[in-house]
């Protein structure tokens, strides 16, 4: 139990392309998910915190306008980057709490962006 | 100061030995406790999980918690090359307004070779 399935896996586009992300929670419901950006041989940096019906909350750095975030359903959490650029490169995860009280997250197999 | 820190390694080990992997923090609010595992090119399993200080097992794997000394660690017994990967401590405190938000250790890789 407690599936996230993240898609697509792998995205390869133009610079100046936005890019939309599917988070998805297969068998449980999820008010709170979250999303990470990770680079090569670092941890997880959280980007946002998504919450269904209501905005995002944003981690410190984080431009809202360029990471667009949004929870419409308690299965379904979509991550835009808008007017992508190559710095905008990188291994994007997200991940979802299952269960009411505190449960651990779990994670989707993330998303691989790479902008030419 | 890193709130959580962990020894990016990397740490070899021959097949069968005993692996331990630590993590110290600073955080006296952090009440949840895991162990993330996670692959080249894929998303961190989690692989255990302690609320507040103690012991817990699950097969080969044993979590330990010790708060008086902020420091965490996870044992792996009989490793196997397939336990190759980086694994990840990860906390969180109880409650307030970063109740979930994770926070995470650099991550250490390990190889385990036949």
């Known amino acids: 139990g407690a599936v996230v399935s993240q898609h697509p896996s792998r995205v390869i586009c133009k610079s100046g392309t936005s890019v939309k992300i599917e988070c998805r929670s297969l068998?449980?419901?999820?008010?709170?998910m979250f999303w990470y950006r990770q680079f090569p041989k670092q941890s997880l940096m959280l980007m946002a915190t998504?919450?269904?019906?209501?905005?995002?909350?944003?981690e410190q750095g984080v431009e809202k306008d360029k990471f667009l975030i949004n929870h419409a359903s308690l299965t379904l959490s979509t991550l835009t980057v808008t007017s992508a650029h190559p710095e905008d490169s990188s291994f994007y995860i997200c991940?979802?709490?299952?269960?009411?009280?505190?449960?651990?997250?779990?994670f989707g197999d993330g998303t691989r962006l790479s902008i030419l | 100061q890193k709130e959580v820190e962990q020894d990016p390694g990397p740490l070899s080990v021959p097949e069968g030995a005993i692996v331990s992997l630590n993590c110290t923090y600073s955080?006296?609010?952090?009440?949840?406790f895991m162990w993330y595992r996670q692959y080249s090119r894929k998303g961190p399993e989690l692989l255990m999980y302690?609320?507040?200080?103690g012991n817990k097992e699950d097969g080969r794997f044993t979590a330990q918690v010790d708060k008086s000394s902020k420091y965490i660690s996870l044992f792996i017994r009989d490793s196997q090359p397939s336990d190759s990967a980086t694994y990840l401590c990860?906390?969180?405190?109880?409650?307030?307004?970063?109740?979930?938000?994770?926070?995470f250790g650099q991550g250490t890789i390990l190889t385990v070779h036949p």
């Open positions: 991940s979802a709490n299952p269960g009411t009280g505190y449960q651990p997250q779990h």
């Open positions: 068998d449980f419901q999820a008010t709170t």
């Open positions: 998504s919450n269904e019906g209501s905005k995002a909350t944003y």
């Open positions: 955080n006296s609010a952090f009440q949840y």
């Open positions: 302690t609320y507040s200080s």
């Open positions: 990860a906390m969180t405190r109880e409650g307030g307004t970063s109740y979930g938000k994770l926070t």
